[in-house]
C-alpha cells in the first residue's frame, strides 16, 4: 500500500511561484509512474503533469506547458511540481497520485494511489 502526501501548496498573487511536494511511502518509488492533478470547485479532476516510472520521461497539459515543471527525487522518495508564473485560473485542490509501472498518466483512472490534496490560491 502506498501513501502519498502532499505539500508546499498557499495564497500567492498572480505571477508568483510555488514548489508542491509528495511524499511517497510504502512502496519501490522507482516503479511507480507520479503524476499531479488539480481539481478547481465544481470542476473535474484534470491532469497536469506526469514524470513517468524508469527513464522519467515527462508531459504536462497544454494550459501549464512552459510554467510548470515536474521532477522527482528518487532518493528522498518524493515527486515535486515547480508552478512558476501563477494564474488566478491556476486556483485548485492539487493531487499527487501514483501509478504502478511505466503508464502514458495523463488519465486518472491510471493511478492506484491517490494523496489527500493541498490548496493551491491564486489572487489576481
Known amino acids: 500500500q502506498v501513501q502519498l502526501v502532499e505539500s508546499g501548496g498557499g495564497l500567492v498573487q498572480a505571477g508568483a511561484s510555488l514548489r508542491l511536494s509528495c511524499a511517497s511511502s510504502?512502496?519501490?518509488?522507482?516503479?511507480?509512474?507520479m503524476g499531479w492533478f488539480r481539481q478547481a470547485p465544481e470542476k473535474e479532476r484534470e491532469f497536469v503533469a506526469v514524470?513517468?516510472?524508469?527513464?522519467?520521461?515527462?508531459s504536462y497539459a497544454d494550459s501549464v506547458k512552459g510554467r510548470f515543471t515536474i521532477s522527482r527525487d528518487n532518493a528522498k522518495n518524493t515527486v515535486y511540481l515547480q508552478m512558476n508564473s501563477l494564474k488566478p485560473e491556476d486556483t485548485a485542490v492539487y493531487y499527487c497520485?501514483?501509478?504502478?509501472?511505466?503508464?502514458?498518466?495523463?488519465?486518472?483512472?491510471?493511478?492506484?494511489?491517490w494523496g489527500q490534496g493541498t490548496q493551491v490560491t491564486v489572487s489576481s
Open positions: 514524470i513517468r516510472a524508469t527513464f522519467g520521461h515527462t
Open positions: 510504502g512502496g519501490t518509488f522507482t516503479r511507480y509512474t
Open positions: 497520485a501514483a501509478a504502478f509501472g511505466a503508464v502514458v498518466g495523463n488519465s486518472k483512472r491510471e493511478y492506484d494511489y
